[in-house]
């Protein structure tokens, strides 16, 4: 079946540094989503990417969709203590119906 | 509603009793999902309802896992013969039409034991 695959599994920081997160499909997504679950909390919706090589941006917040559409990732510029969480790529497959599978989750911490 | 609506928040139950686990979508979402989540871990597919289509079952571990949407709109996600390995937060999230993002609700944690 579809799999989903993020690393790093964990990443320390230093407030100020940079981070990213790498997503890959065993298949070829038609299209991606990116979630951010705070500790404690539920996840939260960011961004979703459709078309092959999209880039897109919010604030210190970067993402991408590969050229082949089986690979995403994550990019946080000057990261905050704010920043702190776990975040979730989701794929949906060309044959199924926005069935999204999650991701195995980046776990980030920011130290201050 | 605001938001997604689960209940109860927590329920702890003995092994080998069923419980049911409630969701309110948002209002107008016809997309609606079930996962689970483990301490620590990342969140597994159970069940995806989309408006009057049958529902995908594919992700439901066993056969004491069941969920039914009753007019479109609330979910409920049964487990009987609860097991040890059954605990875990029960997420529920709706979307508008299954093709933008999902809104989740703050989950159920069962405890079995």
């Known amino acids: 079946g579809q799999q989903v695959m993020q690393i790093p599994q964990y990443q320390h920081v230093q407030e100020g540094e940079d981070f990213t997160t790498y997503c890959n499909s065993s298949t070829t997504l038609s299209n991606i989503q990116w979630y951010k679950q705070r500790p404690g909390g539920h996840p939260v919706f960011l961004i979703q990417l459709v078309k092959s090589g999209e880039v897109k941006k919010q604030k210190r917040l970067t993402f991408q969709f590969g050229e082949a559409k089986k690979n995403s990732s994550l990019h946080i510029t000057a990261t905050q203590t704010t920043d702190v969480g776990t975040y979730f790529c989701a794929g949906s497959t060309p044959e199924g119906t926005y069935k999204y599978i999650f991701g195995t989750g980046t776990r980030l911490k920011v130290l201050a | 509603g605001a938001g997604v609506s689960q209940s109860p928040s927590n329920k702890v139950t003995e092994k080998g009793k069923d419980v049911e686990l409630r969701c309110d979508p948002i209002?107008?979402?016809?997309?609606l999902y079930w996962y689970r989540q483990s301490l620590g871990q990342g969140l597994e597919f159970l069940i995806y309802f989309q408006g009057n289509s049958a529902p995908d079952k594919s992700g439901l571990p066993s056969d004491r896992f069941s969920a039914e949407r009753t007019g479109g709109s609330v979910s409920t996600l049964t487990i009987q013969r609860t097991q040890q390995e059954d605990s875990a937060v029960y997420l529920c999230?709706?979307?508008?039409?299954?093709?933008?993002?999902?809104?989740f609700g703050s989950g159920t944690r069962l405890t079995v034991v």
């Open positions: 999230a709706s979307s508008f039409t299954g093709r933008d993002g999902y809104t």
């Open positions: 209002s107008g979402h016809t997309a």
